[in-house]
């Protein structure tokens, strides 16, 4: 008995920490809303939760593409909120959000170094520039 339930206990750990999500054109509601720990996206590239994320500039004279939480939920941010995403922000969830009828999409919830939390539709925010992938010239002389 005791060796069944170490081996559902090991089992159960190696489900658990592994939850992967990748990049699919479609999503749909038998996805697992969050809990996901690893996101891969379109262009292959790897967020992961307690990873820092780096953040553009707006694509319009506000983020399109990145919502601030306030009382309501997430909300799309005024020009006067634009400086809260300044500094280091760290990745806190990877999660799928929407509804049927506007479709399913994969989200990071990221939060800053005041606790301000922020949500990310990753695979718009990416080409827009408003979160950035590619490390700049000296970045690369610094790593």
């Given at each position: 008995m005791k060796k069944n339930v170490f081996l559902l206990l090991i089992l159960f750990g190696f489900s658990s920490f592994g939850q992967e999500l990748n990049f699919k054109e479609d999503f749909d509601?038998?996805?697992?809303?969050?809990?996901y720990k690893t996101y891969i996206s379109k262009d292959s590239i790897i967020f992961r939760v307690n990873d820092e994320i780096k953040i553009g500039a707006p694509s319009d004279l506000t983020f399109k593409y990145i919502f601030i939480f306030q009382s309501l939920g997430y909300l799309k941010m005024?020009?006067?909120?634009?400086?809260?995403?300044?500094?280091?922000?760290k990745i806190i969830?990877?999660?799928?959000a929407g509804s049927k009828a506007k479709g399913f999409f994969p989200y990071i919830q990221i939060a800053n170094e005041s606790g301000t939390f922020f949500s990310v539709e990753i695979?718009?925010?990416?080409?827009?520039?408003?979160?950035v992938t590619k490390l700049s010239e000296n970045?690369?002389?610094?790593?």
């Open positions: 509601k038998s996805y697992k809303r969050s809990d005024s020009v006067a909120e634009n400086r809260q995403l300044d500094g280091k922000c969830a990877i999660s799928i695979e718009k925010a990416i080409p827009s520039g408003e979160i970045e690369i002389l610094e790593a």
